[in-house]
């Protein structure tokens, strides 16, 4: 048997475009995933000061949740 190495297929534009597509739907869906754990995220933090509202008089703490 020969040791001959196999030759990669090259990427045609067709499949260029379909793993483009993918990975766009990909990036689409991961976006919205992290809009809505950033909206959860500061959802519990605002209901931590209601909770412990000596929290809102240190500026430290709540200018860290904006920024």
Not at 2 to 28: I, N
């Amino acid at each position: 048997m020969s040791d001959k190495p196999k030759v990669p297929k090259r990427m045609t534009v067709a499949k260029l475009g379909e793993r483009m597509e993918e990975l766009t739907e990909v990036v689409d869906i991961m976006h919205g995933e992290l809009g809505e754990i950033k909206e959860l995220l500061k959802t519990l933090i605002e209901l931590q000061i209601v909770q412990t509202p000596a929290i809102a008089d240190n500026e430290d703490w709540v200018d860290r949740m904006y920024s």
